[in-house]
């Protein structure tokens, strides 16, 4: 069996194709193609207005700034999640509050929200972890209760929804991105889906120096930041935006394949709630507690499959812990325990039935 890696984007020949053509065109930077993209998102998602920018961090750290969130302020996130979650509360100044995860679902535990609120806190960023949204209308409730903005960190999870509603068209600002890693890729890339006119207006002056054409002329009304994507990296997208929802129903169909073959295995298999589908761009096992989780890893990469851990437990890390210094273990049980028995197996487009159904017979071996 030749080694099957965690992950591996889907580029095909008419994506390539897509992106010479962009390079023979001479025109590199934020074209049509970003804006093919915008509309091709805002589409998907039903979010009246995107705005396309150079990765997934800086969906959020620019929506942070233009909503005027900094120094003083409070944002909560969840406690498990990608550390950019939190980074882009400290790159404006202000404070990540932590809150515990749902152990089910790896998303925000909504019934602690309400807790870690103070008269400071500003914005609540809930991440879709994995793919699957969490419950974004039980934390809009909230955040309209308490007058609080929210960006939604749908970097894993074009394609999801609670209710068909699209993540990242509950809250003042949806944050995509386009590593790699996720289900289709620019290499770098990221999207800002917003609701407000207004608000997308000033995301676009912001992504590009802080210049508006709103007069008639060019004019910086802002010190922006270059946070634009390139023409050709949208290229890349566009094309694949063309057969995503095939390649979520294919991600749909190995994930099936998975949660029926590593039943009886030494793991807890991820749960989807029935209002919100799945799109699984991690597929992300808790190992029981007998079995350690870093040696499984070097043993099912010794086996041909290529694995790891699923996202950080953030406040553990040394950054986090030398500034705040909390307890994640007695804090942020749940956190802590999908950092340290959490695990992605590979699933992505290009992998096979019956190349799943291998994994999930090595995965088992080497768990009972
Ligand atoms: C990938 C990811 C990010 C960061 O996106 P980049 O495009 O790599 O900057 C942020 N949050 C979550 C939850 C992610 O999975």
Request: aromatic residues 8%.
């Amino acid at each position: 069996m030749d080694f099957i890696p965690l992950s591996s984007p889907d580029i095909q020949e008419k994506d390539i194709n897509a992106v010479v053509n962009v390079l023979r065109s001479g025109m590199l930077v934020q074209g049509e193609n970003v804006e093919r993209f915008e509309a091709a998102v805002s589409e998907l998602t039903g979010s009246p207005f995107a705005v396309a920018v150079s990765n997934g961090t800086a969906t959020m750290h620019l929506s942070l700034i233009a909503l005027g969130i900094g120094i003083g302020d409070e944002v909560i996130v969840p406690a498990f999640s990608y550390v950019a979650t939190a980074n882009v509360v400290e790159l404006v100044g202000a404070k990540p509050v932590f809150v515990d995860i749902d152990i089910n679902t790896f998303n925000i535990d909504v019934n602690q929200v309400e807790n870690a609120i103070t008269s400071r806190t500003k914005a609540i960023i809930p991440v879709h972890e994995f793919g699957l949204a969490c419950d974004i209308e039980a934390i809009m409730i909230i955040a309209n209760k308490y007058g609080l903005y929210v960006i939604e960190d749908a970097a894993c999870a074009l394609g999801a929804t609670q209710n068909s509603k699209s993540v990242g068209t509950f809250g003042n600002a949806g944050s995509f991105s386009f590593h790699p890693r996720k289900a289709i890729s620019s290499g770098e890339g990221g999207m800002i889906t917003v609701n407000d006119k207004d608000l997308s207006k000033e995301l676009k002056i912001l992504r590009n120096h802080g210049l508006s054409f709103e007069t008639g002329k060019m004019d910086f009304v802002k010190a922006g930041y270059n946070y634009r994507m390139t023409d050709f990296q949208a290229a890349l997208v566009v094309s694949q935006m063309e057969r995503f929802q095939k390649t979520l129903e294919k991600k749909r169909k190995l994930a099936n394949i998975y949660l029926s073959s590593l039943k009886g295995s030494g793991l807890t298999l991820p749960l989807v709630p029935t209002d919100r589908p799945h799109t699984w761009q991690t597929f992300h096992v808790l190992v029981d507690n007998s079995i350690d989780r870093d040696n499984l890893i070097i043993r099912l990469r010794e086996n041909g499959v290529g694995t790891n851990y699923g996202a950080q437990c953030i406040p553990a890390q040394t950054y986090y812990f030398d500034k705040y210094d909390i307890n994640s273990k007695k804090y942020f049980p749940n956190a802590w325990l999908a950092y340290t028995k959490g695990l992605a197996l590979p699933l992505y487009e290009k992998l096979s039935d019956s190349q799943i159904e291998q994994i999930s017979q090595i995965v088992k071996d080497l768990t009972n």
